[in-house]
């Protein structure tokens, strides 16, 4: 079973320095069918303006991934953590019993633009945490990088929820397939580019949630992705 999100569906917020596209409901953006797919919360599609960002700010109870696409973002918080993240690093900040924190485009030239992706938690009230890594670009073309995992595997992020993270950057030399085990669904985000799916062609900005089925992705122009392989909610613990 397949349900595609198309790009140009989604929810938007302009607040001027911030454009924001929404596949989930968020802030003032409410769409009772699109509420989140399994444990996954929030996918925000942001654009930040040079030298802007959001000032410090709390979260609790939410695992929150953040992959960069083109500039940076400078990321502190109430742990003490201090860093600049760059274009294809990824983020995990474990929110827990609750951490504050701040995002700034520090570039004056260039707008910063990235994927935020919130998981609703395993656990509730877990000791905040915070992690950062960037994987050459060979690691991730024409395969599936596993970036975030539950266990660290193959020195990934670790996030407290049973998903796997892999990201892909697809040249159209050759054709990736993905098996969904029993029990697990997939979300895809294309960030860049265009490219099949199980037949379904998807562009820039487009979802799609898989269920029962595996994936086979083709006929890749210039694709970015993200796959979210994920226990289906009404079976996890």
Not at 198 to 207: F, T
């Amino acid at each position: 079973m397949r349900t595609i999100r198309k790009a140009e569906d989604r929810g938007t917020a302009d607040l001027g320095w911030l454009q924001s596209r929404h596949s989930f409901s968020f802030g003032d953006y409410h769409d009772p069918d699109h509420m989140g797919f399994e444990t996954l919360r929030v996918i925000n599609d942001d654009d930040i303006a040079p030298t802007k960002g959001f000032g410090m700010h709390p979260h609790r109870n939410m695992e929150i991934v953040s992959y960069i696409l083109e500039g940076a973002l400078e990321h502190r918080d109430s742990l003490g953590n201090g860093s600049v993240i760059k274009a294809g690093e990824f983020q995990r900040m474990s929110a827990g019993s609750g951490i504050k924190h701040s995002e700034f485009n520090p570039l004056d030239d260039q707008t910063t633009r990235l994927l935020q992706i919130w998981f609703l938690p395993e656990k509730q009230h877990i000791k905040p945490s915070y992690e950062q890594k960037a994987f050459a670009p060979d690691e991730k073309t024409d395969t599936l990088k596993l970036a975030v995992s539950p266990d660290g595997t193959n020195g990934s992020l670790r996030i407290h929820q049973d998903i796997n993270i892999y990201v892909s950057v697809l040249t159209g030399e050759k054709d990736l397939t993905h098996t969904l085990q029993n029990g697990r669904s997939a979300w895809i985000q294309v960030a860049r580019g265009t490219l099949t799916v199980n037949g379904d062609p998807l562009k820039e900005g487009d979802g799609i949630a898989i269920c029962d089925e595996n994936i086979i992705l083709s006929n890749a122009d210039h694709a970015e992705i993200l796959l979210f392989d994920m226990k289906q909610k009404d079976k996890a613990a």
